[in-house]
């Protein structure tokens, strides 16, 4: 049985920038650092690679559009318009279209909020990453906490909707100070919050690092107490956790992600994007001259388009719904993919829950997610962040 993706379902749309004034040392995102960028140039490139997304999903409805990178605040506001005009001219809008921009908190970046809500945003996401001065070095920010508490405080005023990210688990971070921490940004009243363990990612420069024995994050005991005050804070602050890492006030969710996490169908476009529409699986060339090369000689930046298989979609499908505080509706999916088994001994020790049409992993599971997936599912093929 194939996965269930309906046509009904408001269609997503990612939009890659791929440019950064510097690279993170924990990021293994898409992003790169140029001194010029060809502003007119991308701006055509992006509405050409939209049009021919379009013209594969022609007569949907659209949901969302989310403004990746990189660092899309550093985005012309008028190519964020463009692009917003763009798919709206293509796709029915439904009421209510959720238009997020991923933005870094520094003062010149700010400066552009209130022409990036003129521009259509309505929803932004800021990288705060931290509360510390010391941990914000240490992560290779480019601001301060001075600076990026001024930049959080203009997004309120521009937007209607506010989320920004911490990391945690960071080296000789105990629990005290991150419930500090913590609580302080959960002062600042937004709707939602997303919160990441530190994590070692290959190819990075914490990588270099930590194979150097110059950089060690906590053990997996102190994480998981880490993580412990997180659910209990965010819980009590009326943000509970609605995905793995992220946490929201009812109705407040990230409907675009949740497109991802529910497996309906997403677009992407700009470098290194990836789209899933109809059972296919769509990948943009990554490199931004390689990208923008392409959508001049085809007319698109597409670097390869495979059909899922009901295997590779069903693994996906479960891979991004256990993702989730809901779980997975089983009656999408192809339960022969389950080991049935495994998810009796994991309901045992209270790691995973079934009902007759659903799938969940506990709040007690959710710190070893990854360990369970391997549990009850073939994970070949994850879905990737563009």
Same mark, same amino acid.
């Not at 046509?7 to 950064?20: I, K, T």
């Not at 995102?29 to 490139?45: E, G, I, M, T």
């Given at each position: 049985?194939?996965?269930?993706?309906?046509?009904?379902?408001?269609?997503?749309?990612?939009?890659?920038?791929?440019?950064?004034?510097?690279?993170?040392?924990?990021?293994?995102?898409?992003?790169?650092?140029?001194?010029?960028?060809?502003?007119?140039?991308?701006?055509?490139? =992006?509405?050409?690679?939209?049009?021919?997304?379009?013209?594969?999903?022609?007569?949907?409805?659209?949901?969302?559009?989310?403004?990746?990178?990189?660092? *899309?605040?550093?985005?012309?506001?008028?190519?964020?318009?463009?692009?917003?005009?763009?798919?709206?001219?293509?796709?029915? *809008?439904?009421?209510?279209?959720?238009?997020?921009?991923?933005?870094?908190?520094?003062?010149?970046?700010?400066?552009?909020?209130?022409?990036?809500?003129?521009?259509?945003?309505?929803?932004?996401? =800021?990288?705060?990453?931290?509360?510390?001065?010391?941990?914000?070095?240490?992560?290779?920010?480019?601001?301060?906490?001075?600076?990026?508490?001024?930049?959080?405080?203009?997004?309120?005023?521009?937007?209607?909707?506010?989320?920004?990210?911490?990391?945690?688990?960071?080296? !000789?971070?105990?629990?005290?100070?991150?419930?500090?921490?913590?609580?302080?940004?959960?002062?600042?009243?937004?709707?939602?919050?997303?919160?990441?363990?530190?994590?070692?990612?290959?190819?990075?420069?914490?990588?270099?690092?930590?194979?150097?024995?110059?950089?060690?994050?906590?053990?997996?005991?102190?994480?998981?107490?880490?993580?412990?005050?997180?659910?209990?804070?965010?819980?009590?602050?009326?943000? *509970?956790?609605?995905?793995?890492?992220?946490?929201?006030?009812?109705?407040?969710?990230?409907?675009?992600?949740?497109?991802?996490?529910?497996?309906?169908?997403?677009?992407?476009? !700009?470098?290194? @994007?990836?789209?899933? #529409?109809?059972?296919?699986?769509?990948?943009?060339?990554?490199?931004?001259?390689?990208?923008?090369?392409?959508?001049?000689?085809?007319?698109?930046?597409?670097?390869?388009?495979?059909?899922?298989?009901?295997?590779?979609?069903?693994?996906?499908?479960?891979?991004?719904?256990?993702?989730?505080?809901?779980?997975?509706?089983?009656?999408?999916?192809?339960?022969?993919?389950?080991?049935?088994?495994?998810?009796?001994?994991?309901?045992?020790?209270?790691?995973?829950? #079934? @009902?007759?049409?659903?799938?969940?992993?506990?709040?007690?599971?959710?710190?070893?997610?990854?360990?369970?997936?391997?549990?009850?599912?073939?994970?070949?093929? =994850?879905?990737? #962040?563009?």
């Amino acid at each position: 049985m194939n996965v269930a993706r309906p046509d009904d379902a408001p269609l997503a749309l990612y939009v890659h920038w791929p440019f950064c004034v510097s690279k993170c040392p924990y990021c293994d995102f898409n992003s790169h650092v140029r001194d010029v960028v060809d502003q007119d140039a991308w701006r055509k490139a =992006l509405l050409a690679d939209l049009a021919h997304e379009a013209a594969m999903l022609p007569g949907r409805r659209l949901g969302s559009i989310f403004f990746g990178g990189g660092t *899309p605040s550093l985005m012309p506001p008028a190519t964020v318009a463009a692009v917003i005009a763009g798919a709206c001219d293509h796709w029915l *809008p439904v009421e209510g279209l959720e238009l997020t921009l991923e933005a870094n908190p520094s003062s010149v970046e700010a400066a552009r909020f209130a022409d990036l809500a003129a521009a259509g945003v309505n929803r932004v996401s =800021l990288g705060l990453q931290a509360l510390d001065d010391a941990a914000l070095a240490f992560l290779g920010r480019a601001h301060g906490v001075d600076e990026g508490l001024a930049a959080l405080a203009t997004a309120q005023r521009h937007f209607a909707r506010v989320s920004f990210d911490l990391i945690y688990a960071r080296p !000789g971070q105990g629990v005290a100070a991150w419930e500090a921490e913590l609580a302080r940004a959960l002062a600042f009243g937004t709707e939602h919050l997303s919160l990441y363990q530190l994590t070692i990612e290959p190819g990075t420069r914490f990588a270099t690092l930590a194979a150097k024995g110059e950089l060690t994050i906590p053990d997996e005991d102190l994480a998981a107490d880490l993580w412990d005050a997180t659910q209990a804070a965010t819980v009590a602050a009326g943000l *509970p956790l609605y995905e793995v890492s992220n946490h929201a006030r009812r109705g407040a969710e990230s409907r675009h992600n949740l497109a991802y996490w529910r497996y309906t169908d997403y677009a992407g476009i !700009g470098p290194g @994007a990836h789209g899933r #529409r109809g059972g296919m699986a769509t990948l943009r060339h990554k490199k931004p001259e390689n990208w923008i090369g392409a959508v001049a000689r085809n007319g698109h930046g597409m670097q390869g388009e495979t059909a899922l298989t009901p295997d590779e979609a069903t693994t996906e499908a479960l891979v991004m719904g256990l993702r989730l505080a809901e779980g997975v509706d089983l009656r999408r999916i192809d339960v022969a993919r389950l080991d049935v088994s495994a998810i009796d001994r994991l309901a045992a020790q209270g790691l995973v829950a #079934r @009902a007759p049409d659903r799938l969940r992993v506990t709040a007690a599971g959710m710190p070893v997610l990854e360990a369970i997936l391997r549990e009850i599912v073939l994970v070949e093929s =994850l879905v990737q #962040r563009s």
